[in-house]
């Protein structure tokens, strides 16, 4: 059975960082890319970050985080982090992690950025 479980989400202040991880379970963890998402109140989930298959040698970022935040992975831990700094209030969301193969969801951590 597949598991994704996020952790690592929080209240910070605005300018502050925080790193989400996001550990998976019942899949082969090197052969899947994986992606973060996030859905603020009343908004649709939207792709923030991905990452390869692999070693992860490709990443790409939407542009409303390029820059702040950094996706990697550890295949020897089978966790993905999504490393943010800079957090701003608008970043306030339910982030999720995704894997690519077999396509499954997380839970979801809440992060929760003050002004």
């Known amino acids: 059975q597949v598991q994704l479980v996020e952790s690592g989400g929080g209240l910070v202040q605005a300018g502050g960082s925080l790193r989400l991880s996001c550990t998976a379970s019942?899949?082969?963890?090197?052969?899947?890319?994986f992606s973060w998402h996030r859905q603020a109140p009343g908004q649709e989930r939207d792709l923030i970050a991905t990452?390869?298959?692999?070693?992860?040698?490709?990443?790409t970022y939407a542009d409303s985080v390029e820059g702040r935040f950094t996706i990697s992975r550890d295949n020897a831990k089978a966790t993905v982090y999504l490393e943010m700094s800079d957090l701003k209030p608008d970043d306030t969301a339910v982030y999720y992690c995704?894997?690519?193969?077999?396509?499954?969801w997380g839970q979801g951590t809440q992060v929760t950025v003050s002004s």
């Open positions: 019942g899949l082969n963890f090197r052969s899947s890319g």
């Open positions: 990452i390869s298959s692999g070693d992860g040698g490709r990443t």
């Open positions: 995704y894997a690519i193969l077999p396509g499954r």
